[in-house]
């Protein structure tokens, strides 16, 4: 049986055909009691099937196949200098245990890529680094921001990539692979671990742009007219705005930890293009951190928002309740249980009286006027 879609020589992008699992919880918790390094998935299962994409290269030549099977897999035998191996789909165990085997990784690595609830960190197995990393994908109709976890492999002469879905995100970096003479093309395992990771990075800036519309969108809702559901919409972009930054936050300290690592992996050429990376996840820090105060300040924007509208109808039902004071002073005066009231027997004692109430009112009225126009000029 085929476990894989057969294509060759074309982009490994994928239909964005995602099943959710719901049984992702349950497998949590079958999880607990398991040996260490047990290949139990744990998250959502996005695609079908798995599919499994080769880049094999050199500065001269590439050879890019989709294999159709794992019996096919183990047939292909290496032809040119570097590795590339990604992975659509973690929830096929056979899978992982194939690759874990053909490249020697530990168990307790096979373990944590199938996991895909882990945090961004960086581990040393001395002939290969371990990374994980998250991805996201915002989406401005529901401000809903999916995370995704990336893990990556680098060895001496290959790189391994688990994706739970295609994204396209590393697209522009196969295009680069495509062209003869890259400097991708070029360079090493470490070159290519550096565009992968700073192609993830610089996807948080595209989220941060759009997360950020999004709260300055809200914002002029807020002081034109506020939405009912404006303290749940501020509480949602506040926790998407967190789970995005527990990611980012780890992720710079992940890419230091490339930068301390001695174990030879990565050259000293390749240093300054992960500090690179690194000045970037700083930058990002700062924007969420920016964010994160905006945020703050938009649920005291729409109390002050709320106070003032309320502020304007209590001024309203005030000049109201001012201007009806004189026919309540009136119709009150003349409804004394007195016998001898003036004007009670004349024939235009109602004229009088409605004068009276008239003129009152619009007395008040310009008092109020007058008032709230030294207000404005400030006396």
């Given at each position: ?16 055909d995602v ?126 921001c999916q ?31 495509r062209k ?200």
């Amino acid at each position: 049986m085929h476990l894989f879609s057969h294509k060759r020589h074309k982009s490994t992008t994928d239909s964005p055909d995602v099943s959710t699992d719901p049984l992702a919880s349950a497998r949590q918790a079958h999880k607990v009691g398991m040996d260490p390094g047990s290949l139990q998935h744990i998250g959502q299962v996005k695609v079908r099937q798995a599919a499994i994409t080769l880049f094999d290269y050199d500065p001269q030549q590439l050879i890019e196949i989709t294999f159709s099977s794992l019996e096919e897999s183990r047939r292909y035998e290496k032809q040119h200098g570097l590795y590339w191996l990604n992975v659509h789909g973690l929830h096929d165990p056979s899978v992982m245990q194939e690759i874990g085997q053909r490249f020697g990784l530990h168990p307790l690595v096979l373990e944590d890529i199938v996991n895909t609830h882990h945090r961004p960190k960086l581990e040393d197995y001395g002939d290969y680094l371990f990374m994980v990393l998250k991805s996201f994908d915002y989406n401005s109709a529901d401000h809903d921001c999916q995370a995704e976890q990336i893990s990556l492999v680098m060895g001496a002469d290959f790189i391994l990539s688990f994706q739970e879905r295609s994204t396209g995100l590393f697209d522009p970096i196969r295009e680069r692979l495509r062209k003869n003479g890259s400097l991708l093309r070029r360079g090493g395992p470490d070159s290519l671990l550096h565009a992968l990771t700073d192609a993830i990075v610089d996807s948080y800036f595209v989220v941060t742009e759009k997360l950020s519309a999004d709260i300055e969108k809200l914002e002029d809702q807020l002081i034109v007219d506020p939405p009912r559901n404006a303290v749940e919409q501020i509480n949602h972009l506040k926790r998407e705005m967190y789970e995005l930054r527990h990611s980012i936050w780890p992720t710079r300290e992940v890419t230091n930890g490339v930068l301390r690592n001695t174990a030879g992996l990565v050259k000293p050429d390749t240093i300054p293009y992960f500090r690179d990376v690194y000045e970037h996840c700083v930058h990002l820090i700062e924007q969420l951190d920016a964010l994160r105060e905006q945020i703050g300040d938009l649920l005291d924007l729409y109390l002050s928002t709320v106070s003032n509208r309320l502020n304007k109808e209590l001024r309203l039902l005030t000049i109201i309740t001012t201007l009806f004071a004189p026919a309540t002073i009136v119709t009150g005066f003349f409804g004394m249980n007195f016998q001898h009231l003036p004007w009670t027997n004349s024939e235009n004692g109602w004229l009088i009286a409605a004068a009276i109430i008239v003129g009152g009112a619009l007395a008040l009225l310009g008092l109020l006027r007058w008032r709230y126009r030294r207000i404005k000029r400030g006396f």
